[in-house]
């Protein structure tokens, strides 16, 4: 009996908490998920060789702020050369860089973008001439 009445006095805190919770969850995520969305984009584009004009697999392409360098958000390229950044936030000054190892580093800074997507196209990378001093031994 005191198992039945006790288990009477707690079933209603757990069905109004779920109730609670489930309500502002389905509000709560809604809005910002919305708001999230309008104010971050998405940028799009490809990374190929500019001699061979192959695609570079695994290039490293990323963004990040031009005060501290602290990166935003990073990704790679496919096998075909193709990358998605997303998450990228709106109105606001940011670098955008592509590095591959053995290349030339691409940088273009990202000023106060308000579309939603930012296609960059076809952005070809250069090999490093650097030449390297002999060594003697």
Same mark, same amino acid.
Do not use: C, W
């Given at each position: ?51 061979? $004009?192959? +695609?570079?697999? !695994? *290039?490293? &392409?990323? @963004? $990040?702020? +031009?005060?501290? !360098? *602290?990166? &935003?958000? @990073?990704?790679?390229?496919?096998? !075909? ?19 591959y190892t053995g290349y ?34």
């Amino acid at each position: 009996m005191k198992t039945f009445i006790l288990l009477l006095a707690i079933l209603p805190v757990f069905v109004y908490s779920s109730a609670v919770a489930q309500e502002m969850a389905g509000t709560k995520k809604s809005d910002i998920l919305e708001k999230h969305q309008k104010r971050t984009y998405i940028i799009r584009g490809k990374v190929l060789d500019s001699a061979t $004009r192959k +695609p570079l697999v !695994s *290039a490293t &392409v990323y @963004v $990040r702020q +031009p005060k501290d !360098s *602290a990166v &935003v958000t @990073v990704g790679f390229t496919d096998e !075909s050369g193709v990358f998605t950044l997303k998450d990228i936030p709106k109105d606001s000054s940011l670098q955008f860089m592509i590095f591959y190892t053995g290349y030339a580093r691409y940088h273009k800074l990202l000023q106060h973008i308000k579309s939603d997507t930012l296609n960059v196209h076809t952005i070809y990378l250069a090999m490093n001439s650097h030449v390297l001093s002999g060594v003697t031994v």
